[in-house]
């Protein structure tokens, strides 16, 4: 499998975390920003609920800009994405520039949108920019066990954030089994019992929020540090 250390694995799992992340929160965002625009001005707070973040806007236009653009707030999808390209730097060697320029060309559209003001048009191009990120790596990235290292990484977040925005348990079941498979080839240490429980949850979920918080929980202590 070629030598990789435990720091090199950590950071393939939060390159993954963190560029999902940005990636399934911009697919939200697009439906959100019509919601806050032309319905209602306060929807963003309820985002804020379900993410667990801070609500620290003044208003729906404060939280368009704040929370996709501004890198003082750890929160946002900038900061996200820059964690995403600091973890990816110290990988350049592994992922390939390539796919780390990806993620650069991303930050750039996000400094591009604040300055100029435009969010919308701009968050499909990044998107576009993330899923190729996904697409180069399969090519990029020489041995399996670092592939499922980035995407068990990819796949937890997946997990954690469609449990929070409410997507349904069919769907919730089938990224599941992606990180089953995932975690199986990528050496992480994993509470076996908080598995065999999240998974019976999600079989046999009936969409309540009470199950929901107990399926949440146990994404969080999954993975054994």
Avoid at 45 to 74: A, H, R, S, W
Avoid at 152 to 168: I, K, P, S, T, W
Wanted: hydrophobic share 40%.
């Amino acid at each position: 499998m070629g030598y990789i250390s435990i720091e090199q694995s950590g950071n393939l799992f939060w390159l993954g975390r963190y560029v999902e992340r940005v990636c399934m929160t911009l697919h939200y965002l697009d439906e959100l920003y019509d919601t806050l625009l032309d319905h209602d001005a306060s929807a963003y707070k309820q985002f804020c609920v379900k993410l667990n973040i801070p609500d620290i806007y003044q208003d729906e236009m404060d939280f368009i800009t704040c929370y996709q653009f501004d890198g003082n707030n750890p929160d946002s999808l900038y900061s996200n994405l820059s964690r995403a390209y600091d973890n990816g730097l110290i990988l350049r060697n592994i992922i390939s520039t390539p796919a780390l320029s990806y993620i650069q060309m991303s930050l750039d559209l996000l400094k591009e949108g604040e300055k100029n003001g435009t969010y919308a048009l701009l968050n499909q191009q990044i998107i576009d920019y993330l899923l190729a990120f996904w697409g180069i790596l399969d090519e990029k990235v020489g041995t399996k066990h670092k592939r499922n290292l980035i995407k068990a990484g990819r796949y937890l977040e997946r997990l954690d954030m469609q449990l929070r925005l409410g997507v349904n348990w069919e769907d919730l079941q089938v990224t599941l089994r992606r990180l089953q498979r995932r975690l199986e080839g990528s050496g992480i240490r994993v509470n076996d019992e908080k598995l065999n429980a999240l998974a019976y949850m999600i079989e046999t979920g009936k969409g309540d929020d009470i199950t929901r918080l107990e399926a949440l929980d146990l994404v969080d202590n999954l993975v054994i540090s």
